[in-house]
Nanobody
Framework: QVQLVESGGGLVQPGGSLRLSCAAS????????MGWYRQAPGKERELVAV???????NYADSVKGRFRISRDNAKNTVYLQMNTLKPEDTAVYYC?????????????????WGQGTLVTVSS
């Protein structure tokens, strides 16, 4: 089955940078939209950034100008470059991809989630 493996989280000081990556593996026909969500303690999960199959991007207002989402279709990987990190960026970050998966009876579209990676921004 499809798996999403995230990496790149960790502890960083305010103003620092991190790059998250999320690689999809398995039997994949295609990947449509790819995005990043985050969930801070005591808060609901929120959409951070999304990138469509044609490269169109959208960002939450809180990260505009600081974060950049990109994808490498050859590697089935989505990245989140996070710059000028703030303490309020502290959260578990999850990637999500919309995957078209082949089945013995045809194709199906599903949402796949990564396991989450913790980003902590603190002095």
């Amino acid at each position: 089955q499809v798996q999403l493996v995230e990496s790149g989280g960790g502890l960083v000081q305010p103003g620092g940078s991190l790059r998250l990556s999320c690689a999809a593996s398995g039997t994949i026909f295609s990947i449509n939209a790819m995005g990043w969500y985050r969930q801070a303690p005591g808060k609901e999960r929120e959409l951070v950034a999304v990138i469509s199959s044609d490269g169109t991007t959208n960002y939450a207002d809180s990260v505009k100008g600081r974060f950049r989402i990109s994808r490498d279709n050859a590697k089935n990987t989505v990245y989140l470059q996070m710059n000028t990190l703030k303490p309020e960026d502290t959260a578990v970050y999850y990637c999500k991809t919309v995957i078209v998966e082949p089945r013995n009876w045809g194709l199906r579209t599903l949402d796949a989630w990564g396991q989450g990676t913790l980003v902590t921004v603190s002095s």
